[in-house]
């Protein structure tokens, strides 16, 4: 597609359940990273993938927190048990061979009740 | 520790005002640089970037950086700010031996006045 594209753009969930957050990056990127920025804060980095594979999860803040990018391009960031402290919002950002350049989607801003 | 500060969280300029917005890093190596502005709801807009070669880069709407190798500094100009430029301001930068990744100062919020 044209940009990435990230759903829902919003999810309210009740603490304990658990969320799935898509990312639809661009067509041919093979980079793709998960961000989260807190409120009033700076987006912090989760993950990053090289087409299927998780080159780094080093930013995921708990074992609650898991992503995947099976065919090397939708990736689908799923937490689990969903606390308070996970509202923020998630942004997904795709980047092609060769570039240094992130392009980043409007992201997913989850509430946690 | 390696990091990305902008000291200013909030900054307040008049319409028709020139803007410098301040960032520094912290990294041994000079870093790929970038400036992103990100508005109520919506995604990261990157601005400017530098990778190498003449220290003043261009980007768009009318925005400006100079990176400053002996100061660590990237800041952020404008000559004549126009009320839609009300927005948050991040800079970040890229160290290739943390693995391409991305990483973010706390951002500055601009807000202008007419």
């Known amino acids: 597609g044209a940009g990435v594209s990230q759903s829902p753009r919003y999810k309210v969930a009740k603490r304990g359940q658990d969320v799935a957050l898509r990312c639809d990056p661009i067509?041919?990127?093979?980079?793709l990273f998960w961000y989260q920025q807190a409120l009033g804060q700076g987006p912090e980095f989760l993950t990053y993938?090289?087409?299927?594979?998780?080159?780094?999860k080093s930013g995921l803040p708990s074992d609650r927190f898991f992503a995947e990018r099976p065919e090397g391009s939708v990736s689908t960031l799923k937490i689990q048990r969903t606390q308070q402290e996970d509202s923020a919002v998630y942004l997904c950002?795709?980047?092609?061979?060769?570039?240094?350049?992130?392009?980043f989607g409007a992201g997913s801003r989850l509430t946690v009740l | 520790a390696q990091s990305v500060t902008q000291p200013d969280i909030h900054i307040t300029v008049s319409e028709g005002a020139s803007l410098e917005l301040r960032c520094n890093y912290s990294y041994g190596a000079t870093p790929y640089l970038f400036w992103y502005v990100q508005s109520p709801g919506q995604g990261l807009q990157l601005l400017l970037k530098y990778f190498s070669g003449d220290t003043l880069v261009q980007g768009i709407k009318g925005f400006e950086a100079e990176f400053k190798r002996s100061q660590s500094s990237f800041n952020l100009r404008k000559p004549s700010v126009h009320w839609s430029d009300a927005a948050e301001y991040f800079c970040?930068?890229?160290?290739?031996?943390?693995?391409?990744?991305?990483?973010f100062g706390a951002g500055t919020i601009l807000r202008v006045k007419s």
């Open positions: 970040a930068v890229v160290l290739m031996e943390y693995g391409n990744k991305l990483v």
């Open positions: 993938f090289q087409n299927e594979a998780q080159l780094d």
């Open positions: 950002a795709s980047r092609g061979p060769g570039a240094n350049v992130l392009t």
């Open positions: 067509s041919g990127h093979v980079s």
